[in-house]
């Protein structure tokens, strides 16, 4: 063949993502290759070592935490975990010295005693193996999610790793086998399904007030571009920046589905079955970067790469016919929403855009008739320990109440509201998203984690039967527990 005619299909082979989809050509299917979804089959085919779904660990008087990362949500987490009793903050680590100083002068001002101090690329990796943790708390960028709960439960350490749990389709994997061959815990962090409407919306669906749910709609629709991704002192090395670069999908799925999947019983009598997606390109993001290198040099290197498309829309069939739609968008203009939608044969819920309303006919219900279904259906975790969760704060307390939960089912021995098949089901929509729509939004399989222990395992335990032992050091000395 001429070199001429070579290089001809060579240029046809490279533009031809965008001649036949008009999607950017760099869009490579990173997290969920062909390989990893080889790999996954021979996973589930493997079967279950163990289920992870409602095991109780042997309970744990003090809870001895490492946390990793203490950026900005690190920092906040070593506040909000600081009043609660039953917890010892015995190590801090970050990459950089400085923010580990900050965070002691935290437990300082809490009165709480200063904390082993781990710094640098792979302080991490001392961290956890030292003997006297329990809980290693994980909010670092997302490449290190896994690598670091992997080796915490590898080193006998249960996990709490913040959103998402893995980036890829084998890491999600890792983390379920490593959980499953340990027996330790590994909890994806995801605070909103602690938010009180949602709460309240999953007592309902429990209790069948929407009827046999049969769609439902979550989002992560966040404006973080100006403020937080292209500002130089927000995300540590611009890190969320750079995720946005070279992947085309919804990379933060589990804020607007974490809470519907409860609502569902996925991974508990119905699963993810496949899914389909879809994304816009990029309107915003490359023009942010032209602009900003215009003036700052720093900036040059954020320009002409390949950044995701603005919107992404995944949609979600369940094994037993259930309908999911998630989408994720953080640079464009418009009102923070994760939608919260649950629909069923008797009534509807949603949260955003707000007010938050409630249907059980063609007009939402009235403020007060809401209200009243606020008190009759408010958890009791909600009654327990939300009014001070609201003081002590974090995202409208909903963060507090997560951590509180979090410590007081290890305290007592309890099952966590959230476990490792939960992370992965909920975060592989990352990579499969991205697999989907780099091959034109075809349909992409979603695997079963639990390795057919879905149809058997039990919802999520909306009591607190076993637990509420744990207190919380004084807010507000009038604020007592119920
Ligand atoms: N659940 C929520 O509502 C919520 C909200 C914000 C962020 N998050 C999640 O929390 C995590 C952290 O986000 P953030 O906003 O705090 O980002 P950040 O950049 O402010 O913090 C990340 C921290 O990790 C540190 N780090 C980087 N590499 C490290 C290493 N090798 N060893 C130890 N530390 C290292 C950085 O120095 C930084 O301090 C992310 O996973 C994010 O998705 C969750």
Redesign the pocket.
């Known amino acids: 063949m001429s070199t001429n005619r070579r290089n001809f299909i060579r240029r046809i082979a490279i533009g031809s993502g965008v001649l036949a989809t008009g999607l950017p050509s760099f869009a490579k299917v990173i997290g969920a290759s062909d390989e990893h979804m080889e790999r996954s089959v021979d996973f589930e085919k493997s079967g279950q070592r163990f289920n992870m779904c409602g095991y109780a660990a042997p309970k744990i008087e003090t809870v001895r935490i490492g946390i ?7 920092s906040d987490a070593v506040e909000r975990l600081s009043y609660i009793d039953g917890v010892e903050i015995v190590a801090l ?4 010295p400085d ?1 580990v100083a900050a965070s002691q002068k935290t437990l300082e001002k809490m009165g709480r005693p200063k904390a082993i101090a781990y ?6 990796k001392a961290l956890c193996e030292s003997s006297d943790i329990d809980l290693v708390y994980t ?4 490449h ?2 896994t690598p670091v709960a992997v080796y915490a439960m590898k080193n006998g350490k249960h996990a709490a790793v ?3 749990a893995g980036k890829t389709i084998d890491e999600l994997w890792e983390l379920v086998e490593t959980s499953e061959k340990t027996k330790k815990h590994c909890m994806m ?4 399904c602690y938010d009180f409407f949602e709460l309240l919306t999953l007592n309902m669906a429990r209790q069948g007030m929407f009827g046999e749910l049969v769609h439902a709609e979550g989002a992560y629709i966040h404006d973080l571009s100006k403020d937080w991704n292209f500002n130089k002192k ?4 611009m ?2 920046l750079k995720e946005n670069i070279g992947h085309n999908g919804n990379l ?1 799925p589990t ?1 607007g589905l974490g809470p519907i999947a409860q609502c569902l019983n996925i991974n508990r009598g119905d699963k993810f079955d496949h899914l389909v997606s879809m994304s816009t390109n990029d309107f915003s993001m490359n023009n942010i970067a032209k602009e900003l290198a215009a003036k700052d040099d720093f900036f040059k290197e954020f320009v002409d790469r390949p950044y995701r498309g603005n919107m992404n829309t995944t949609l979600i069939r369940t094994n037993r016919g259930k309908t999911v739609m998630v989408q994720h968008d953080v640079s464009t203009l418009r009102p923070y929403s994760r939608i919260h939608l649950v629909s069923g044969t008797k009534g509807a819920a949603q949260k955003w855009p707000g007010p938050q309303r409630i249907a059980f006919g063609h007009s939402w219900l009235k403020p007060e008739e809401l209200k009243q279904l606020e008190e009759k259906y408010a958890l009791p975790i909600v009654k327990h320990i939300g009014a001070i969760a609201k003081e002590v704060g974090g ?1 409208g307390g909903m ?1 507090f109440i997560m951590d509180w939960r979090l410590i007081d089912c290890l305290r007592n021995g309890l099952p966590l509201d959230q476990d490792v098949y939960d992370a992965a089901s909920w975060s592989c929509l990352m990579p499969l998203s991205e697999r989907s729509v780099a091959k034109k939004s075809r349909t992409v399989d979603i695997p079963d984690f639990t390795r057919g222990a879905w149809q058997t395992n039990k919802p999520v335990d909306l009591t607190l039967n076993g637990g509420a032992t744990t207190g919380v050091r004084s807010i507000k000395p009038d604020l007592k527990m119920q």
Do not use: F, Q
């Open positions: 990793i990362g203490l950026g900005m949500r690190g680590c970050d990459k950089y923010r710094s640098g690329e792979e302080g991490w909010p670092t960028p997302w290190l999610h913040e959103v998402p962090l995801e605070n909103c927000a995300y540590a090395d890190w969320r933060y804020h995202h963060d």
